[in-house]
C-alpha cells in the first residue's frame, strides 16, 4: 500500500521534473475557488432522521500564496437540509419539520506540491481553525443560533486546466488577469464541538480554483 | 398478381393527390384562447392557440383567426392575407397595447381582411392599416385613451369601416390618403376629431356623433349631399352603462328609445332581429349577439329551504329576459330540487325583474363521522389528521383537557388542522375529537337573453350571455356528525436534529447550565419570559439588558462547566416560580396571593402590637 502511495506521488511531480529547467516567469500570489459536493455530518443518527447520510455543501475561498507552496486563506461554506423535527417527550417521534443549516468560516494554510507553473497535477494538503454557526429552525417555533470553535484538515489534487487548453488560458489572462485556472477534488474533515455534539464531519467537494 | 398490385398503387396515388389538394385548398380557423377549456376539438380545419401572437404566426394565407374572452396584450403585427381576424364576444374580447404603441397593425395586406367583433383599449393607436387596399373594421368598439387614435390609415385606400362604436378616444379616424366608406358608426366622446381631414368625403352615411368638442368633428354634417345622408349630430346614443371605470363594466348595448336604432344605413339589416340595422357594434350584420354578461348577482337565506337571487338588470334593449342558474357543485348548475323548476329557470319578463326565488331546496341529512387518524405534538399544539366525510362542508374539532367538550373550533371543509394556543407537556395531556358537518350549499349564476334566445339554455353562445360570477349560499339547519373517536395527546417543542443550545436569542445561562435548550426548565423560563416578561416595558428592558451581557456569562460557564451545578441551584428559585406561574390555574395564583398578604399583614400586626407592649 504504502509503496503505492508513494509510486502516485512520484507520478504527481513528473510534470514538475520536466518542466524544472523553465525560465523564471510571474508568479501570481492571490486565489479564489468555488466549490460544492457532499458533507457526511459526524451525528450517529443524522442517517435515520433525515433518510439520507450527507447534505449538500457549497463553498469558496480567498487565500494568499507566500510562495508558491504554502497558502493561507478565509473559506466560507454553506451546508443546508430538511428533515423532521423531534417531539422528545414522544420518545422521539418525528413530526413536523426542520432546517438544519451550517456555516463555517475556516481559517487555513495549505502546502501545495508544485514546482513549476506548468505542472498539471497539484497535490495539496492543510488544514486549520474552523468557526462553525449554526442555525436550526422547527417549523412555527423561534430559530435557535449559535456556533463552535474547532478545527479542519483536507487534502486534494488540483488539475491544471491551462494545460488542456492554452488558448482559453491566456484569455482568461488577457481579460480577467487570470494567471492558472484549477479543477481540484479535495476531501476535508471538520470538527467543531458544541455541547458534547460534533458539527463536524466528511466532505467531499470539487471546484475550481483562479489564480491571479 | 400484377394487375392487383397496378390498382393498389393506383388508389394509393390517387388518395394522396385528393388529400394534398384538400390539404392546400381549405382555409383554417385558428382559435386563440387563454383558458384551454374553451378550445373546440381540433380538427383538419380548426386548431386552437393559447397566445395570439403564436396564432398569427402560424396562420397562413385565408385563415381565419377566432379569439376567444380575454384581454391580448401587445402590438400585435398582421402581413399576410388572413381572411379575418375576430371576437367572439365583442365586449369581452380585447386587444390593448398596454399604452403603447398600435394594439393592432395590418401591414402590407394585399387580399380583403376583416376586423370585427374586438374590443381595443389602452393603446396609443387601436388599429393601424398600412398599404393595405381592402380593410373592413366592422363591429369592433374603441376606447383607446382620451389621447389616443382609434384607427390610422397610411396609403390605404377602398376600406370600410362599419358598425363601430368610438368612445372617449382623442381621433377616431385618421387618414392620410384613404377613399373609406364610414357607415352606421358611433362616435362618442371623441376630444379631437371623429374623421379626419384627409379622409374622402365619399360616402359617410348613417353615422352619429355625440358630445363632440367645440374644434369637431371635422365633417360636417350636410344634410344636402349626396354622400352625406343619414348622419346624426348631438343626439346621445344611450349606451346601457359607461359610467365605470373598468372598460370591462361598461355596456356599449343600447338603450330603449336610443337614435340609433334602426337608424343605420337602409341597405343594412341586424342580425339579432333582422331590421334595419342599428348604428354601433351591436347593430349590422355581423353583430355579436351575445347579451352583455349580468353584474351584481347576491343570493341570501330567506328560511331553512328558500334562497333568492338578485342581480342588477340588463336594459339592453334587446334583452328579454334572464335565467337563473342553479346546482349544489361549483361552475355545475344541474339543480332540479326547486319549486319554481329545474335549473335554468326562465324569467321571460323583461330586464325590470332583477330577482328570483328559489324555494324547497333540498336539506342535508347528517353526515357520518369521520375518523380521527393522528395526532402530533407542536410547541403548544397539536397538529390533526381526519378522513374526509361524503357531504360534509365543514368540520368541528372538539378538545379539552381529559375531555372533548370543553373547546370546539368550525375549522372550514379541510382534513387536518393544527390546535394552537394550548399548554406544553404530558401534564396538559388534551382529548381531541371531530365531527362533520353538512349543510346544504347552492352556487348560483344568472344570464341575460335575447328575443331569440328564450327558449335556449347556451351561455355565451349566441343570444344569451355568459354566466355571471357565482354566488354561493348555504342554507337549511346544519347537521351535525357524531364525533370521531378521541385521541389523546399533549403538545411539546419540538427539536431538530441534532438538538443544539441557542446561543442566538434566549435563556443562555440556563441552556448552558442544562445543556439543552429544549430542557423542560430552560422551556419553564423561555415560557415565563414571553408571558410575564415580554408583555411589559420593564420586562422588555430586563430581556434587553440580558440579551446584552448573558451570552458572554454563559461562554463562560461553558468553559468552566464544573461551575454548573451551582449556577443549576441558584436557578432552582427562578425555574419554580416559572413553573408555578405558567402551570397553575389564576385561582390558584390568587388564592396563594391571598394567602402571602393575609401572611404578611400578620406578621405586620404582631410586630405592631409587641412594639406597643414593650412601650408600656
Known amino acids: 500500500m504504502l509503496?503505492?502511495?508513494?509510486?502516485?506521488?512520484?507520478?504527481?511531480?513528473?510534470?514538475?521534473?520536466?518542466?524544472?529547467?523553465?525560465?523564471?516567469?510571474?508568479?501570481?500570489?492571490?486565489?479564489?475557488?468555488?466549490?460544492?459536493?457532499?458533507?457526511?455530518?459526524?451525528?450517529?443518527?443524522?442517517?435515520?432522521?433525515?433518510?439520507?447520510?450527507?447534505?449538500?455543501?457549497?463553498?469558496?475561498?480567498?487565500?494568499?500564496?507566500?510562495?508558491?507552496q504554502v497558502e493561507a486563506g478565509v473559506e466560507l461554506g454553506y451546508l443546508t437540509a430538511k428533515g423532521p423535527a423531534l417531539a422528545p417527550r414522544h420518545n422521539n417521534l418525528l413530526t413536523g419539520s426542520s432546517t438544519y443549516s451550517l456555516f463555517p468560516v475556516n481559517a487555513f494554510v495549505i502546502f501545495r506540491g508544485v514546482f513549476n507553473e506548468k505542472q498539471w497535477l497539484v497535490p495539496y494538503a492543510g488544514g486549520g481553525y474552523t468557526k462553525m454557526f449554526y442555525r436550526e429552525q422547527v417549523e412555527g417555533q423561534s430559530t435557535i443560533k449559535g456556533s463552535a470553535d474547532g478545527y479542519h484538515g483536507r487534502a486534494g489534487v488540483q488539475l491544471l486546466l491551462d494545460v488542456l487548453d492554452p488558448g482559453g488560458s491566456n484569455n482568461m489572462y488577457m481579460e480577467y488577469g487570470i494567471f492558472h485556472t484549477y479543477l481540484f477534488v479535495e476531501g476535508k474533515y471538520t470538527r467543531a464541538v458544541v455541547s458534547s455534539t460534533n458539527l463536524g464531519g466528511t466532505s467531499y467537494l470539487a471546484g475550481l480554483l483562479f489564480e491571479f | 398478381m400484377f394487375l392487383k398490385r397496378y390498382w393498389l398503387l393506383s388508389a394509393a396515388v390517387t388518395a394522396f393527390v385528393i388529400a394534398s389538394f384538400a390539404a392546400t385548398a381549405s382555409a383554417m380557423t385558428i382559435v386563440v384562447a387563454q383558458?384551454?377549456?374553451?378550445?373546440?376539438?381540433?380538427?383538419?380545419?380548426?386548431?386552437?392557440?393559447?397566445?395570439?401572437?403564436?396564432?398569427i404566426i402560424k396562420a397562413m394565407e385565408g385563415d381565419s383567426l377566432e379569439i376567444k374572452p380575454g384581454t391580448y396584450s401587445g402590438n400585435f403585427l398582421i402581413n399576410k392575407n388572413i381572411a379575418s381576424i375576430s371576437g367572439s364576444e365583442t365586449a369581452r374580447t380585447f386587444l390593448s397595447a398596454s399604452g403603447s404603441g398600435a394594439a393592432l397593425t395590418i401591414s402590407g395586406v394585399t387580399a380583403s381582411i376583416k376586423i370585427r367583433n374586438l374590443t381595443f383599449i389602452s393603446a396609443q393607436t387601436g388599429i393601424v392599416v398600412q398599404s393595405t387596399p381592402t380593410a373592413v373594421?366592422?363591429?369592433?368598439?374603441?376606447?383607446?385613451?382620451?389621447?389616443?387614435?382609434?384607427?390610422?390609415?397610411?396609403?390605404?385606400?377602398?376600406?370600410?369601416?362599419?358598425?363601430?362604436t368610438f368612445h372617449q378616444n382623442a381621433n377616431d379616424i385618421l387618414s392620410d390618403t384613404a377613399t373609406v366608406t364610414i357607415k352606421n358608426n358611433i362616435f362618442s366622446s371623441q376630444s379631437t376629431i371623429a374623421i379626419g381631414s384627409n379622409v374622402s368625403v365619399a360616402n359617410i352615411l348613417n353615422n352619429l356623433f355625440f358630445n363632440c368638442p367645440a374644434t369637431g368633428p371635422v365633417i360636417q354634417f350636410v344634410t344636402t349631399a349626396t354622400d352625406y345622408k343619414g348622419n346624426i349630430q348631438n343626439q346621445d346614443p344611450k349606451f346601457v352603462t359607461v359610467s365605470a371605470s373598468d372598460l370591462a363594466l361598461r355596456d356599449l348595448h343600447l338603450l330603449t328609445g336610443s337614435p340609433c336604432i334602426d337608424a343605420g344605413n337602409s341597405s343594412d339589416t341586424d342580425v339579432i332581429d333582422s331590421s334595419r340595422a342599428d348604428m354601433g357594434a351591436y347593430g349590422g350584420p355581423e353583430a355579436d349577439t351575445i347579451p352583455f354578461r349580468i353584474q351584481g348577482v347576491a343570493v341570501s337565506s330567506q328560511l331553512t329551504s328558500t334562497i333568492s337571487v338578485t342581480w342588477n338588470a340588463n336594459n339592453a334593449y334587446t334583452v328579454r329576459g334572464y335565467r337563473v342558474y342553479y346546482g349544489k357543485t361549483p361552475g355545475v348548475y344541474d339543480g332540479t330540487e326547486a319549486t319554481e323548476g329545474a335549473s335554468p329557470i326562465t324569467l321571460s319578463t323583461g330586464t325590470t325583474v332583477t330577482s328570483a326565488t328559489l324555494s324547497g331546496l333540498t336539506v342535508t341529512a347528517a353526515p357520518e363521522a369521520p375518523q380521527l387518524l393522528s395526532t402530533s405534538p407542536r410547541d403548544g399544539g397539536l397538529a390533526l389528521n381526519w378522513t374526509a366525510v361524503t357531504g360534509a362542508t365543514s368540520y368541528i374539532v372538539h378538545y379539552g383537557l381529559a375531555t372533548t367538550g370543553t373547546y370546539s373550533i368550525n375549522v372550514g371543509n379541510v382534513t387536518s388542522y393544527t390546535i394552537t394556543g394550548l399548554a406544553n407537556g404530558p401534564t396538559n395531556t388534551y382529548d381531541v375529537a371531530v365531527s362533520a358537518i353538512a349543510q346544504a350549499t347552492y352556487?348560483?349564476?344568472?344570464?341575460?337573453?335575447?328575443?331569440?334566445?328564450?327558449?335556449?339554455?347556451?351561455?355565451?353562445?349566441?343570444?344569451?350571455?355568459?354566466?355571471?360570477?357565482?354566488?354561493?349560499?348555504?342554507?337549511?339547519?346544519?347537521?351535525?356528525?357524531?364525533?370521531?373517536?378521541?385521541?389523546?395527546?399533549?403538545?411539546?417543542?419540538?427539536?431538530?436534529?441534532?438538538?443544539?443550545?441557542?446561543?442566538?436569542?434566549?435563556?443562555?445561562i440556563a441552556t448552558a447550565a442544562y445543556g439543552y435548550y429544549s430542557d423542560p426548565n430552560v422551556q419553564a423560563l423561555r415560557q415565563f419570559r414571553d408571558r410575564y416578561l415580554l408583555t411589559n416595558e420593564s420586562g422588555r428592558a430586563f430581556v434587553h439588558w440580558y440579551y446584552t451581557h448573558?451570552?458572554?456569562?454563559?461562554?463562560?460557564?461553558?468553559?468552566?462547566?464544573?461551575?454548573?451545578?451551582?449556577?443549576?441551584?441558584?436557578l432552582l428559585p427562578a425555574i419554580g416560580i416559572s413553573f408555578f406561574l405558567i402551570k397553575t390555574p389564576v385561582t390558584l395564583k390568587l388564592g396563594l396571593a391571598l394567602m402571602v398578604f393575609c401572611v404578611l399583614a400578620y406578621v405586620f400586626y404582631l410586630k405592631r402590637f409587641s412594639h406597643r407592649g414593650g412601650a408600656c
Request: proline residues 7%.
Open chain 1, 3 to 68: 509503496k503505492n502511495i508513494i509510486l502516485v506521488c512520484a507520478l504527481f511531480m513528473l510534470p514538475a521534473a520536466a518542466y524544472a529547467q523553465d525560465a523564471v516567469v510571474e508568479r501570481p500570489h492571490w486565489s479564489f475557488e468555488m466549490k460544492a459536493g457532499n458533507f457526511e455530518p459526524d451525528l450517529p443518527e443524522w442517517t435515520r432522521y433525515h433518510g439520507r447520510k450527507d447534505m449538500p455543501e457549497y463553498g469558496a475561498a480567498v487565500a494568499y500564496k507566500f510562495i508558491r
Open chain 2, 35 to 55: 383558458d384551454t377549456a374553451q378550445c373546440p376539438p381540433t380538427t383538419t380545419t380548426t386548431i386552437c392557440y393559447g397566445n395570439l401572437s403564436d396564432a
Open chain 2, 137 to 164: 373594421i366592422k363591429s369592433n368598439i374603441f376606447e383607446t385613451g382620451t389621447t389616443s387614435t382609434a384607427i390610422q390609415f397610411l396609403t390605404s385606400t377602398s376600406s370600410e369601416i362599419s358598425n363601430n
Open chain 2, 443 to 508: 352556487y348560483v349564476a344568472v344570464t341575460a337573453f335575447d328575443s331569440a334566445g328564450s327558449s335556449s339554455g347556451s351561455p355565451g353562445a349566441s343570444r344569451e350571455s355568459a354566466y355571471s360570477a357565482e354566488a354561493v349560499i348555504s342554507t337549511g339547519d346544519a347537521k351535525e356528525s357524531p364525533l370521531s373517536n378521541v385521541l389523546s395527546d399533549f403538545p411539546e417543542r419540538l427539536v431538530a436534529y441534532p438538538d443544539l443550545p441557542n446561543k442566538g436569542h434566549g435563556c443562555f
Open chain 2, 550 to 570: 448573558g451570552p458572554a456569562a454563559a461562554a463562560w460557564l461553558d468553559d468552566h462547566p464544573e461551575f454548573k451545578p451551582m449556577v443549576r441551584a441558584a
